[in-house]
């Protein structure tokens, strides 16, 4: 059978050449860069479902030959057999043979490194047990407080002008913050960090030089935990019985920091843009028929925040889609096209609730490990957002708003929003993660609170006079926590104690047990 590339040994087209900007490029295959793939993506997958069916070869950047998967069902074989699609990119022809320069701009994203993500069998097992071990530590309650508190203190930023853009003032800042505490390195967190989370996996002409000021920030810190050991993430992989070396450690914080960002600052900003433009989905969300962890997964249907995955290598000459792959050929898992294949999503508007067969998070061995962390975040942000302003509305005609990426992710611009001027609230510091208890050994996220806003227990407790003295009243505003700790609500009199958490409105003798049960209640328990 001939190849599908007839010109992958033959010359390429300059990048400067003005046919590097049309859709289609040699052999009249389509580009998976450019205007057309950043712009209209789905357009584009549609278009490839229809001419080539569920496996369709694509140009990457440089007009690099490479399969692009689109079926549900052949994303989920590729993914799970890695006997035949290897994670390891030292098999690609293409970089065997020279056509991929290691200056290439994809080049932080397939460039092997020693980490769990490029490595197949016992290689694969031994370093991804590291990263789930260390996962398991994780104090659930801790990093939902986490959550919790910075997402008041971003709130805080802007609440008093009555306007902001939910992007920018974040969804692109929440999971940077979060992940810094998280892998243990809070100071490294500013501006810079999240402006190179982003560019490194675009495939910008600066894609190298974020890569390094990222590895840079996370050698620092391995090198800090080996000397310093802490009750962080860095330091569990550092000290895991798996003994990787300061390499093997620095390159896995980057895999966690980077995809867990990425993604969940994608995914943050879907989620609001659809509560915030489609009148269904606020509609039920407000009315409490709809929890906002069950809004979360009908966005990683419609909008997942990586809309493929590059790349799986052929380990030898198969067959897959009906397509001839050869072995060192290059392949991209299609997580948005197969969130939409016909065959398992034949009507596109079907409500998805309860069903979490997509692929949004890959699929088998090298399954996002961390999915359920980015899952926390996105859950609890966006309800403490909706919490502290339940009146946001988008300060634009929807149609104004506009994508960028590539064909790995895209996201929003801007998404502007409206709301009634507020006071700050108090973002006090919760307790540090810490190891979770011997009962709390999950990291799946069961938020059982669902988003009325606002909801009447909450408008009684912060029912005390606009202004009043924080000695008085503990501080103007303060709310429970989303997981029931009500840490923000510690006042100065009574901190650390159950009644320094009632409400001052409900007076000395109230029964500390009527706030636990309201806690409770607040937590789904």
């Known amino acids: 059978m001939t190849s599908p590339f007839p010109y992958e040994h033959g010359p390429v087209p300059p990048p400067e050449c003005p046919a590097h900007g049309l859709g289609v490029g040699p052999g009249g295959l389509r ?18 479902r229809a001419e080539h069916g569920t496996v369709a070869p694509v140009l990457l950047h440089g007009d690099v030959p490479a399969w692009l998967v689109l079926g549900h069902s052949e994303n989920l074989h590729m993914t799970r057999t890695p006997s035949q699609f290897s994670r390891d990119s030292r098999r690609w022809r293409a970089l065997q043979d020279g056509s991929v320069a290691p200056d290439h701009p994809l080049a932080p994203i397939f460039t092997w490194q020693p980490i769990c993500v490029f490595a197949d069998g016992a290689t694969h097992e031994r370093q991804r047990g590291a990263v789930t071990d260390s996962m398991a530590r994780i104090d659930t309650r801790g990093v939902r407080r986490h959550v919790n508190r910075y997402s008041n203190r971003l709130v805080n930023g802007f609440c008093r002008e009555g306007r902001t853009d939910l992007v920018a003032e974040f969804a692109e800042r929440l999971p940077m913050m979060v992940m810094c505490a998280i892998l243990g390195m809070p100071e490294e967190y500013n501006d810079r960090m999240v402006e190179a989370a982003r560019d490194m996996i675009k495939g910008t002409a600066t894609a190298v030089q974020s890569n390094a000021y990222v590895v840079g920030a996370l050698t620092r810190l391995v090198e800090r935990r080996r000397r310093e050991p802490a009750d962080d993430f860095a330091t569990w992989l550092v000290e895991h019985p798996a003994n990787m070396n300061d390499q093997e450690v620095a390159e896995h914080l980057r895999l966690i920091l980077i995809a867990s960002y990425e993604a969940t600052a994608n995914l943050i900003a879907n989620v609001l843009r659809m509560v915030l433009t489609d009148p269904r989905f606020r509609a039920r969300l407000s009315g409490g028929h709809m929890t906002v962890p069950e809004a979360v997964e009908q966005t990683l249907w419609d909008e997942p925040p990586f809309t493929a995955v590059f790349g799986r290598w052929a380990v030898g000459d198969t067959e897959l889609g009906g397509k001839h792959i050869k072995a060192g050929d290059a392949l991209i898992v299609g997580i948005a096209p197969a969130n939409t294949d016909p065959v398992v999503r034949p009507d596109l508007t079907a409500n998805m609730e309860g069903n979490r067969s997509h692929l949004a998070f890959s699929g088998g061995p090298h399954e996002c490990p961390g999915q359920d962390i980015g899952r926390a975040i996105a859950d609890v942000g966006v309800d403490a957002l909706l919490m502290r302003l339940p ?70 407790l912060a029912s005390g006079p606009a202004h009043a003295p924080a000695a008085a009243s503990g501080p103007a505003g303060a709310t429970a926590t989303v997981d ?22 409900r007076g000395p003798g109230a029964p500390a047990r009527l706030w636990r049960v309201v806690s409770r209640w607040w937590n789904g328990d």
């Not at 993660?433 to 709390?440: N, W």
């Not at 029931?484 to 409105?505: F, I, K, N, Y």
């Open 391 to 460: 009146d946001l509305e988008l300060a634009v005609e929807e149609n104004e708003l506009r994508w960028v990426g590539n064909f790995m992710s895209r996201h929003l611009v801007e998404l502007p929003a409206e709301f009634a001027p507020r006071s700050p609230q108090d973002d006090r510091e919760p307790p540090a993660m810490g190891r979770p208890s011997a009962a709390r050994q999950d990291w799946e996220v069961q938020s059982a609170v669902r988003h009325t806003a606002p909801t009447p227990v909450r408008a009684h």
């Open 484 to 505: 029931g700790s009500a840490d923000a609500l510690t006042g100065a009199g009574g901190e650390g104690t159950a009644a320094g958490r009632v409400p001052h409105q």
């Open 31 to 48: 580009r998976l860069y450019g205007p057309e793939a950043e712009q209209d993506p789905h357009g584009l997958y549609e278009k490839l």
